[in-house]
């Protein structure tokens, strides 16, 4: 069993980091969206608003006027979930803000044998591999700082990120699919 960082703690890594916070998502959908309302307007009318004031846009704002990135891919199916279809309209206001959100289809990913775990990497020095049960709810963050580990994590990063596309030219691929 994997030790979790206490949940408390687990902001401030976006807040200490110096130069670069990536993220890989692999998962077809999060417990905690469907959960949330935003989630449920999304399904009944399309759309998300403008939700750029919320705590995480003002951070991503804050750290990228410093010089620092925020980028992240998402593994994403053919056709894609209804889960995904809700994170690829709610990166716009991400993107807005200064992430640069990215997407892979799944089967992509698979060619270049990414991991299926979802993780986080902050300046190539640390990782926190992100836990989740069966139901897609979150268990808790595992810290990793071992070396080995962490060239890994970057090797992956640098895998996605070559063959990861921005989002409008995704969603012109996801759009002649449908």
Same mark, same amino acid.
């Given at each position: 069993?994997?030790?979790?960082?206490?949940?408390?703690?687990?902001?401030?890594?976006?807040?200490? /980091?110096?130069?670069?916070?990536?993220?890989?998502?692999?998962?077809?959908?999060?417990?905690?969206?469907?959960?949330?309302?935003?989630?449920?307007?999304?399904?009944?009318?399309?759309?998300?608003?403008?939700?750029?004031?919320?705590?995480?846009?003002?951070?991503?704002?804050? =750290?990228?006027?410093?010089?620092?990135?925020?980028?992240?891919?998402?593994?994403?199916?053919?056709?894609?979930?209804?889960? =995904?279809?809700?994170?690829?309209?709610?990166?716009?206001?991400?993107?807005?803000?200064?992430?640069?959100?990215?997407?892979?289809?799944?089967?992509?990913?698979?060619?270049?044998?990414?991991?299926?775990?979802?993780?986080?990497?902050?300046?190539?020095?640390?990782?926190?591999?992100?836990?989740?049960?069966?139901?897609?709810?979150?268990?808790?963050?595992?810290?990793?700082?071992?070396?080995?580990?962490?060239?890994?994590?970057? =090797?992956?990063?640098?895998?996605?990120?070559?063959?990861?596309?921005?989002?409008?030219? /995704?969603?012109? =691929?996801?759009?002649?699919?449908?």
């Amino acid at each position: 069993m994997p030790e979790f960082i206490d949940d408390s703690t687990f902001g401030t890594y976006f807040e200490t /980091f110096e130069h670069t916070a990536w993220r890989l998502e692999t998962r077809r959908g999060y417990g905690s969206d469907r959960a949330g309302e935003k989630y449920r307007r999304y399904l009944d009318t399309g759309t998300v608003s403008d939700d750029s004031d919320r705590p995480w846009c003002v951070n991503v704002r804050a =750290q990228t006027s410093r010089g620092k990135r925020f980028e992240r891919v998402r593994i994403v199916d053919q056709p894609p979930t209804p889960e =995904q279809l809700y994170l690829l309209a709610t990166a716009a206001t991400n993107n807005k803000a200064g992430e640069d959100i990215r997407n892979l289809w799944r089967t992509d990913a698979e060619k270049v044998a990414l991991p299926t775990e979802d993780f986080w990497l902050f300046d190539a020095r640390r990782a926190l591999v992100l836990h989740f049960d069966d139901g897609d709810g979150y268990l808790g963050a595992e810290l990793i700082e071992d070396p080995v580990r962490i060239v890994e994590f970057c =090797q992956i990063r640098d895998a996605a990120w070559h063959y990861a596309i921005r989002r409008e030219e /995704f969603l012109a =691929q996801v759009a002649s699919i449908a």
